[in-house]
């Protein structure tokens, strides 16, 4: 089993930063992409930005220039900065991440508890 463990959630004023962090821990052989969503209350989960193992990213249109992702294969951690925050980006972020277990199996995806984001205007 894996587990995704995110911290760096908060409250910040509009304009202000925040760094969240995602580390994967338990039986892994390899992670293959990884990524950050947002889900607003009543909405559908969205995808914020992801990152393959080689370091290649997508953003979100609605973040680009403004968040970078980012990670350290040898931690089995996932970053996102956010930066030049706006009420808008106001929801609760999730990390996912697509991991082989065992060389046997095919990857799984795993999905951390979610932590909230609240930008005040």
């Known amino acids: 089993q894996v587990q995704l463990v995110e911290s760096g959630g908060g409250l910040v004023q509009a304009g202000g930063s925040l760094r969240l962090s995602c580390a994967a821990s338990?039986?892994?052989?390899?992670?293959?992409?990884m990524g950050w969503y947002r889900q607003f209350p009543g909405k559908q989960r969205e995808l914020v930005a992801a990152?393959?193992?080689?370091?290649?990213?997508n953003y979100a249109d609605s973040v680009k220039g403004r968040f970078t992702i980012s990670r350290d294969n040898a931690k089995n951690t996932v970053y996102l900065q956010m930066n030049s925050l706006k009420p808008e980006d106001t929801a609760v972020y999730y990390c996912?991440?697509?991991?082989?277990?065992?060389?046997?199996?095919?990857?799984?995806?795993?999905w951390g508890q979610g932590t909230q984001v609240t930008v005040s205007s």
């Open positions: 996912n991440a697509n991991v082989r277990g065992t060389y046997f199996s095919a990857p799984v995806t795993y």
């Open positions: 338990g039986r892994i052989i390899s992670i293959n992409a």
């Open positions: 990152i393959t193992s080689g370091g290649s990213t």
